[in-house]
């Protein structure tokens, strides 16, 4: 067996061994019944605007992506949104988020700017869109007094969120780092690994604009207001009425969980995350289960379909795009 391969299989194993113990645990704490009778009294307005703020959460998300982009070529929000949605897709049936991966692929394949650029403003995405996540976790943290596990866990994310953090910038900087020049001369040998490393840096320069990261973290902030939202909105279609904090630190603390490897979809571990973050916070366990089910099963169908629709529609390359000439000059 191929050492890539066998490295893909013993990551998916780990994903589906995570949300199987994750479902377990679920079994023995929940009366899964009692929560079933709660989902079935979900309100439809709720379920509706629970939908909507998903779709203009997934619209946000592509936009922001588009601003990440803008120092490489200009994209429109279509291609983004195409890709981001192929990606979600892949996210929703592969394993340990190898959907990442899949949309720097895909639009690679509907622009002509270099995958690995593409996926070095996707690592600045995921750390920009991480700490904002932490920020809001934390905010939500003092505002309700929580302790215990939950806070632990968000001062653990926001510390490795720090060393990406600090990866990226030297990442950026590695040209000027003492002894950059030998391994500069090292790396020659192998042309192509050198292309490729320097154009994941060229990816993740784009967090050195200063205005491309300014609004990249307004659109963030933007973003996860539409998540907060919907899992209000979740929640009150079974009649619970959660506080702003508490939606707050539910719909962030909840997405950082999906960060552990897990198995497709996330299967598991969101469960457990709401009704663990929900707990804390006084709700009872089965009304948790009720509306995280909902709002993880609304973020799946309308990205799985979503991605669906893409992948039939088929990939057509972006007119629009205006990648600069250096960039072109590389990849030829």
Same mark, same amino acid.
Request: proline share 3%; hydrophobic share 55%; glycine share 10%.
């Given at each position: 067996?191929?050492?890539?391969?066998?490295?893909?299989?013993?990551?998916? &194993?780990?994903?589906?061994? #995570?949300?199987?113990? /994750?479902?377990?645990?679920?079994?023995?704490? @929940?009366?899964?019944?009692?929560?079933?009778?709660?989902?079935?009294?979900?309100?439809?307005?709720?379920?509706?605007?629970?939908?909507?703020?998903? @779709?203009?959460?997934?619209?946000?998300?592509?936009?922001?992506?588009? #601003?990440?982009?803008?120092?490489?070529?200009?994209?429109?929000?279509?291609?983004?949104?195409?890709?981001?949605?192929?990606?979600? +897709?892949?996210?929703?049936?592969?394993?340990?988020?190898?959907?990442? #991966?899949?949309? /720097?692929?895909?639009?690679?394949?509907?622009?002509?700017?270099? !995958?690995?650029?593409?996926?070095?403003?996707?690592?600045?995405? =995921?750390?920009?869109?991480?700490?904002?996540?932490?920020?809001?976790?934390?905010?939500?943290?003092?505002? +309700?007094?929580?302790?215990?596990?939950?806070?632990?866990?968000?001062?653990?994310?926001?510390?490795?969120?720090?060393?990406?953090?600090?990866?990226?910038?030297?990442?950026?900087?590695?040209?000027?780092?003492?002894?950059?020049? !030998?391994?500069?001369?090292?790396?020659?040998?192998?042309?192509?690994?050198?292309?490729?490393?320097?154009?994941? !840096?060229?990816? +993740?320069?784009?967090? $050195?604009?200063?205005?491309?990261?300014?609004?990249?973290?307004?659109?963030?902030?933007? $973003?996860?207001?539409?998540?907060?939202?919907?899992?209000?909105?979740?929640?009150?279609?079974?009649? #619970?009425?959660?506080?702003?904090?508490?939606?707050?630190?539910?719909?962030?603390?909840?997405?950082?969980?999906?960060?552990?490897?897990?198995?497709?979809?996330?299967?598991?571990?969101?469960?457990?995350?709401?009704?663990?973050?929900?707990?804390?916070?006084?709700?009872?366990?089965?009304?948790?289960?009720?509306?995280?089910?909902?709002?993880?099963?609304?973020?799946?169908?309308?990205?799985?379909?979503?991605?669906? &629709?893409?992948?039939?529609?088929?990939?057509? =390359?972006?007119?629009?795009?205006?990648?600069?000439?250096?960039? +072109? /000059?590389?990849?030829?």
């Amino acid at each position: 067996m191929r050492p890539g391969r066998s490295g893909r299989l013993g990551r998916a &194993a780990l994903g589906l061994g #995570v949300s199987a113990v /994750a479902l377990a645990l679920l079994a023995r704490t @929940v009366d899964i019944g009692a929560a079933w009778a709660t989902l079935t009294t979900a309100q439809a307005p709720w379920i509706v605007l629970l939908l909507a703020l998903v @779709v203009l959460d997934l619209f946000l998300r592509a936009v922001r992506w588009r #601003v990440f982009l803008g120092p490489l070529g200009r994209v429109s929000t279509r291609t983004t949104s195409a890709s981001l949605l192929v990606g979600y +897709l892949a996210n929703n049936v592969l394993p340990a988020r190898l959907g990442e #991966v899949v949309r /720097a692929h895909d639009l690679g394949g509907r622009t002509r700017i270099s !995958r690995s650029a593409i996926l070095g403003t996707i690592v600045v995405e =995921r750390v920009v869109d991480t700490l904002v996540a932490i920020a809001i976790a934390s905010l939500a943290i003092l505002i +309700l007094s929580i302790r215990g596990i939950v806070a632990s866990a968000v001062l653990v994310g926001l510390a490795v969120t720090a060393l990406l953090a600090v990866g990226i910038v030297a990442g950026i900087a590695a040209h000027r780092l003492p002894g950059a020049a !030998r391994v500069a001369a090292f790396l020659d040998r192998w042309p192509r690994v050198r292309g490729t490393l320097t154009r994941l !840096r060229e990816g +993740l320069a784009v967090a $050195s604009d200063i205005r491309t990261l300014a609004t990249a973290v307004a659109l963030s902030i933007a $973003s996860w207001s539409c998540t907060v939202l919907a899992f209000a909105a979740a929640a009150q279609s079974v009649g #619970v009425q959660p506080t702003i904090a508490q939606a707050a630190l539910l719909a962030a603390g909840v997405n950082l969980a999906t960060a552990i490897p897990a198995g497709p979809g996330y299967i598991g571990t969101f469960e457990l995350a709401a009704i663990t973050i929900a707990t804390s916070v006084g709700i009872q366990r089965e009304s948790a289960l009720a509306f995280g089910l909902l709002a993880h099963a609304a973020t799946l169908l309308v990205t799985s379909l979503g991605g669906a &629709a893409v992948l039939v529609a088929g990939g057509r =390359r972006d007119r629009d795009v205006r990648p600069d000439a250096g960039q +072109l /000059a590389r990849d030829r």
